[in-house]
């Protein structure tokens, strides 16, 4: 894939996808899908409640380059801390709010569940918005998937070749899992020029799904890791997109993520390090630097949009913090305030963003990664502000993690055919103004966006927490 001859015809056959993306407690989603129970962004209880979900979900261009979206459009919705896309599946189309998971690599559908699936959602204005269940027997297009598939990797459990291939997935978050068979269908696609690129794709049918699967309304998992079942990879083998995607998250909660995206020749790359199996968009650190001091060292991270906020093994956990520690003229806050960050500060008038210290890594190749802000700012009991140091310790996983603050105002490549990750900083606009067709696939949309909430009693200091919580991984992917 890497010949000039192969990217001329990639080029040729393939485009990118794009469409937007909504964190689940921006308020312009809330307002569609509700907030009940919900905390409010902005509020320590937000940032406990999202690392609460970070623990429980640990992971086991060129420019003239045609992009491409899902049919229904680029505007996608969050739903308890994972981004959601409107995949249309099937013949007649229907639709589904799909989370996108780098750290899995199967897309599967709630399907013939009965009960066990989440059918609705409730607005804060008390309406119910259904959601679709996959009905293989309704799509005409659709087909079971033997057990003598390549791409069936439980063939142990079958009764005999022909027999429909059975999977079951195990997150890292307790108890949670799917399970049921492998179908074929069509996937709904469409270029930026309107034009329709469907592609037949195989899927898991989820009859069971448990764990935290009863508790938020999952409509689906889009699996994007490196693996011949996932998602990217067909609809490269399928001529639709080349095998790379972007993903870019701006403020408030809202982004892209475009199939076939290759970046484009001004971005700066790393090559991906390759050090997992199954593998992920692990990449080599070579040096990092907190304000004025460098650090000389080498240590291996994943690039995990899925996880909310970045997590670092010693020693490395210790030299970032203490070193941005040392740096920081701000009161501390104190020990008592129970917080999920080690390192917070209490925001006075004094407070100055241009004096804080900044973070940046040294990839390998060369490449300096500029984290745009480390910080996430939130709301105190007694109504004043904090600033916290996004940085957890990472003591159960046993490797760093780069998570969705610091990816924050970047377009970040995953291409799979070169095998490296790419950056560029960018405002994550989305370009195409896609609007889907108007059939009945179309799911509600969203209202219009309201202002932001939070308060800033400095003029310099900007509130970085709704630019800096996007979900879209989200669980480790463990096939059994």
Request: hydrophobic share 35%.
């Amino acid at each position: 894939m890497k010949e000039a001859r192969m990217r001329r015809f990639a080029d040729q056959v393939s485009g990118s996808f794009s469409f937007e993306i909504h964190h689940r407690f921006s308020d312009q989603v809330k307002t569609v899908l509700g907030g009940h129970g919900l905390p409010e962004m902005g509020t320590l209880e937000y940032y406990e409640t999202l690392v609460h979900r970070d623990r429980g979900r640990r992971l086991t261009s060129n420019n003239n380059q045609t992009t491409v979206s899902f049919s229904q459009g680029n505007s996608t919705q969050e739903i308890s801390f994972l981004h959601y896309a409107n995949v249309t599946v099937g013949t007649p189309a229907q639709w589904f709010l799909v989370a996108l998971d780098t750290g899995s690599d199967l897309f599967w559908l709630p399907c013939n569940c009965n009960s066990s699936c989440i059918r609705s959602m409730e607005t804060d204005q008390g309406e119910r918005i259904k959601l679709n269940v996959y009905d293989p027997t309704i799509s005409t297009s659709s087909s079971k998937v033997p057990c003598n598939s390549t791409l069936c990797a439980l063939r142990n459990r079958c009764v005999s070749p022909l027999s429909d291939c059975p999977y079951q997935i195990r997150y890292l978050s307790p108890g949670s899992r799917s399970s049921g068979v492998l179908v074929d269908d069509v996937i709904h696609m469409r270029t930026e020029e309107g034009e329709a690129r469907d592609a037949r794709i195989t899927f898991g049918c989820s009859d069971s799904q448990v764990g935290l699967f009863e508790e938020s309304a999952v409509n689906g998992i889009m699996g994007l890791a490196i693996a011949n079942i996932a998602v990217p990879t067909m609809l490269a083998k399928a001529g639709v997109a080349s095998n790379s995607f972007s993903m870019c998250f701006g403020l408030k909660g809202k982004g892209t993520i475009s199939f076939g995206d290759k970046g484009s020749s001004d971005q700066l790359e790393t090559p991906l390090s390759g050090t997992l199996s199954p593998p992920l968009y692990d990449v080599t650190i070579t040096e990092f630097k907190v304000g004025t001091v460098t650090v000389e060292t080498e240590f291996n991270a994943i690039f995990d949009s899925g996880t909310a906020v970045t997590w670092l093994i010693e020693p490395y956990y210790t030299a970032v913090t203490t070193n941005y520690h040392l740096q920081v003229a701000d009161r501390r806050l104190p020990a008592r305030v129970k917080s999920p960050f080690e390192f917070c500060y209490i925001i006075t008038s004094a407070t100055d963003e241009e004096k804080l210290p900044s973070i940046s890594f040294k990839m390998q190749g060369g490449a300096t990664y500029n984290v745009f802000s480390p910080l996430l700012v939130f709301d105190t009991s007694d109504g004043g502000e904090v600033y916290c140091l996004a940085v957890l310790k990472e003591v159960t996983a046993g490797f760093n993690i780069i998570g969705q603050n610091f990816m924050t105002n970047y377009r970040i490549v995953h291409d799979r055919e070169r095998m490296i990750l790419g950056w560029k900083e960018s405002e994550c606009n989305d370009k195409n103004g896609f609007t889907g067709p108007t059939a009945s696939a179309n799911p509600p949309s969203l209202p219009p966006m309201p202002s932001p909430r939070f308060r800033n009693p400095s003029t310099r200091l900007n509130p970085l927490a709704t630019s800096s919580l996007l979900i879209i991984c989200f669980f480790s992917f463990v096939c059994l």
